[in-house]
T-cell receptor, first 113, second 113 residues
Framework: DAGVIQSPRHEVTEMGQEVTLRCKPI?????LFWYRQTMMRGLELLIY????????DSGMPEDRFSAKMPNASFSTLKIQPSEPRDSAVYFC???????????FGPGTRLTVT | DQQVKQNSPSLSVQEGRISILNCDYT??????FLWYKKYPAEGPTFLIS?????DKNEDGRFTVFLNKSAKHLSLHIVPSQPGDSAVYFC????????????FGAGTTVTVRA
């Protein structure tokens, strides 16, 4: 299996622009998680899905952030409009079952100037 | 508010010796604990876990110890190998919070040849 795939690996954008991060989970996994890693806050859970349905989005920082999972093999995290404080590494992870081992993607490093 | 704390940002150890990583938590509801390992430009990978009903779990060179009364866990790596050089994250979850993972800030381990 190819593992969790994220794109792009790096994204540099200007403040105010829309940013879309993409994730392909491991086939057969029914849970998908979006995390953000910053120096100040470390690794924090933003939102997670079960069978394509958002279960808990309490970690999403603001309304500027939104996430979708239109099917079992694709999810997006969108930031609109982006701000410099959104600069971070965003990870997607998937698991089989709620307590299954979470497999992380390589992350997307976002820089907002 | 960091509920999981790794107070040592870095650790240097000689190859073949033991590495001991420490983690403290404040939330008494945590009942499942995990360690993740992360190489640069990669996502975290699961290493080992322990349930609160146990005080020790061993997997090859890796052993996790849990002291519930002290709200403390540790990861022992014996013997340490150069490939163990990475960032190690402690994580905790609670059934009452749907097992959402809370991560520590990480400890960078450097194994010297």
């Amino acid at each position: 299996d190819a593992g969790v795939i994220q794109s792009p690996r790096h994204e540099v954008t200007e403040m105010g622009q829309e940013v879309t991060l993409r994730c392909k989970p491991i086939s057969g996994h029914d849970y998908l998680f979006w995390y953000r890693q910053t120096m100040m806050r470390g690794l924090e859970l933003l939102i997670y899905f079960n069978n394509n349905v958002p279960i808990d989005d309490s970690g999403m920082p603001e309304d500027r952030f939104s996430a979708k999972m239109p099917n079992a093999s694709f999810s997006t995290l969108k930031i609109q409009p982006s701000e410099p404080r959104d600069s971070a590494v965003y990870f997607c992870a998937s698991s089989r079952g709620r307590l299954g081992e979470q497999y992380f993607g390589p992350g997307t490093r976002l820089t907002v100037t | 508010d960091q509920q999981v704390k790794q107070n040592s940002p870095s650790l240097s150890v000689q190859e073949g010796r033991i590495s001991i990583l420490n983690c403290d938590y404040t939330n008494s509801m945590f009942d499942y604990f995990l360690w993740y390992k992360k190489y640069p430009a990669e996502g975290p990978t699961f290493l080992i876990s322990i349930s609160s009903i146990k005080d020790k779990n061993e997997d090859g060179r890796f052993t996790v110890f849990l002291n519930k009364s002290a709200k403390h866990l540790s990861l022992h790596i014996v013997p340490s190998q150069p490939g163990d050089s990475a960032v190690y994250f402690c994580a905790a979850s609670a059934q009452t919070n749907d097992y959402k993972l809370s991560f520590g800030a990480g400890t960078t381990v450097t194994v010297r040849a």
